[in-house]
């Protein structure tokens, strides 16, 4: 059973960044494509950002575009999504999900393109709170 652990949220204001981690445990990390998503109170879920297994692919959504990168440590079975010039809008609990990655990232992107937010796998959420 693959499990996946955020760290990193708490609060912080308008204007400074955090680093939020997800913790994938097993050994098979680096063959999955990987992404970030967040849902703020009363609103659907979004999608912030993907990474291909090898971290070669990146892909963002326009809500964080320019403000955020999204990487991954393999060998620590990691992923990262730095958020900086953080903005109230962003107050949202955000999720780690892993995809199995069989078909590609590509494949992934689509799904996520047409509002398909289908993971194999999900973290149970880590809370930003971005104040004024």
């Known amino acids: 059973q693959v499990q996946l652990v955020e760290s990193g949220g708490g609060l912080v204001q308008a204007g400074g960044s955090l680093r939020l981690s997800c913790a994938a445990s097993?050994?098979?990390?680096?063959?999955?494509?990987m992404a970030w998503f967040r849902q703020a109170p009363g609103k659907e879920r979004e999608f912030v950002a993907a990474i291909s297994w090898s971290g070669g692919v990146t892909y963002y959504g326009d809500s964080v575009k320019g403000r955020s990168t999204i990487s991954r440590d393999n060998a620590k079975n990691t992923v990262y999504l730095q958020m900086n010039n953080l903005k109230p809008e962003d107050t949202a609990v955000y999720y780690c999900?892993?995809?199995?990655?069989?078909?590609?990232?590509?494949?992934?992107?689509?799904?996520?393109?047409?509002?398909?937010?289908?993971?194999?796998?999900w973290g149970k959420g880590s809370l930003v709170t971005v104040s004024s």
């Open positions: 999900g892993l995809d199995w990655g069989a078909q590609g990232i590509g494949v992934m992107i689509a799904r996520v393109r047409r509002g398909d937010y289908g993971m194999d796998y």
């Open positions: 097993g050994r098979t990390f680096s063959t999955n494509n």
